[in-house]
């Protein structure tokens, strides 16, 4: 795939730099070793960059530039893999956390909710209006719900499952509150910690027992991938080096010649 120049400031300041036909010079090397549902712009950014940086004056440097950004790509992935585990398991644990832990009065609305539903097919047409009010007598337990579970039973429910699924539901409008950072949703979770003798970090010390040998195999992945980009950057220095040594050189050598040519002039006799 010929990489693609980010139009964004950066991207501007690459192009300006000259490198994009470089840049996708690096294509010759086989397409980017991207996985399913990674970002094919920021890889090619990423590429741009690089060449903007290194300069490459040969095929050779576009080797090692290929090798470079193959490792820089797989040395990300790897954090985002960590990140994502962690995260994930965070999330889908405080959900879990949350739903057990919030009470009736939080739910009643998506409790008064979902009986407004199922109480739509069973009172009379002529009593709609009354539908919201019913649900939520039943909702906040203002009426005696034996009556209620005897409709509940013909859709195999009853109050407490009903409860149940909106806490769950509840629990998930919550966490994404959190990940917001919204006041009222970061208060609450922060009363339920506190209720439960614990803080969001030793929550997650806890939810992450069992996941530490993933994270160590990940984390010993990740330091594979940063030794190996360093060496493939090294190497470039390395070469880079070896280049101006004997460039250098090249360039004393022709003075010495040109030098040597003026005294054998001025050495001539001059011709009479």
């Not at 057990?100 to 739910?107: A, P």
Request: proline share 3%.
């Amino acid at each position: 795939m010929v990489a693609r120049m980010s139009t964004n400031s950066k991207g501007t300041e690459v192009a300006a730099a000259g490198v994009s036909g470089q840049a996708q010079r690096l294509s010759l090397f086989g397409p980017p070793l991207l996985l399913e549902g990674e970002d094919s712009a920021a890889y090619d950014e990423l590429v741009g960059r690089i060449c903007a940086a290194v300069r490459p004056a040969d095929v050779i440097d576009e080797i090692f530039i290929a090798d470079l950004v193959a490792l820089q790509w797989e040395f990300l992935r790897w954090r985002r893999l960590k990140w994502s585990l962690i995260r994930a398991r965070g999330l889908a644990a405080l959900e879990s956390f949350l739903a057990g832990r919030l009470d009736d009065d939080l739910c009643s609305e998506l409790v008064a909710d979902r009986l407004t539903e199922i109480l739509r097919d069973h009172v009379p047409q002529e009593y709609p209006d009354s539908l919201p009010t019913t649900a939520r007598m039943y909702a906040r337990n203002e009426v005696d719900k034996n009556n209620i579970n005897e409709v509940l039973a013909c859709f195999n429910l009853n109050m407490d499952r009903i409860r149940c699924d909106a806490r769950a539901r509840k629990a998930e409008e919550l966490v994404r509150d959190y990940q917001r950072r919204e006041p009222d949703a970061v208060k609450l979770t922060d009363e339920l910690f506190a209720s439960a003798g614990m803080s969001m970090d030793t929550f997650m010390t806890k939810v992450l027992g069992d996941k530490i040998d993933d994270i160590e195999r990940i984390d010993r992945l990740t330091a594979i991938a940063e030794t190996r980009r360093n060496a493939a950057q090294r190497e470039i220095d390395r070469r880079r080096a070896v280049l101006s040594k004997t460039l250098r050189r090249s360039v004393h050598e022709i003075e010495d010649d040109d030098f040597a040519d003026g005294e054998l002039v001025r050495e001539l006799p001059a011709a009479e």
